[in-house]
């Protein structure tokens, strides 16, 4: 199993990104995937949910309305839109996939949203 997140950089406050995470080594569409973040000094916080097939999703407080999970299970890829972007949202991003008794985890890819 491996997840490649891509896409963070530096942002200035009210701008957007968009974050991606390939995935192989199983098979993609079969299983719920999540985005995390962890902040300096900070505990992992999870952002967000999205269901196999990409019809259910949700969302943490903090990020809802602003960010948007979507998946391509054609091209084995969750992404997250992040709009309108908060100095808070400053983090290292991760996806995460649950399967069966194991957790994987990306490298992760860091969001910067600073003036």
């Known amino acids: 199993v491996q997840l490649v997140e891509s896409g963070g950089g530096l942002v200035q406050p009210g701008g957007s990104l968009r974050l991606s995470c390939a995935a192989s080594?199983?098979?993609?569409?079969?299983?719920?995937m999540r985005w995390y973040r962890q902040a300096p000094g900070k505990e992992h916080e999870w952002v967000a949910l999205?269901?196999?097939?990409?019809?259910?999703?949700n969302y943490a407080d903090s990020v809802k309305g602003r960010f948007t999970v979507s998946r391509d299970n054609e091209k084995n890829t969750v992404y997250l839109q992040m709009n309108s972007l908060k100095p808070e949202d400053t983090a290292v991003y991760y996806c995460e996939a649950i399967i069966g008794r194991d957790t994987y985890w990306g490298q992760g890819t860091q969001v910067t949203v600073s003036s």
């Open positions: 999205i269901g196999n097939s990409g019809r259910y999703t």
């Open positions: 080594g199983f098979t993609f569409s079969n299983y719920d």
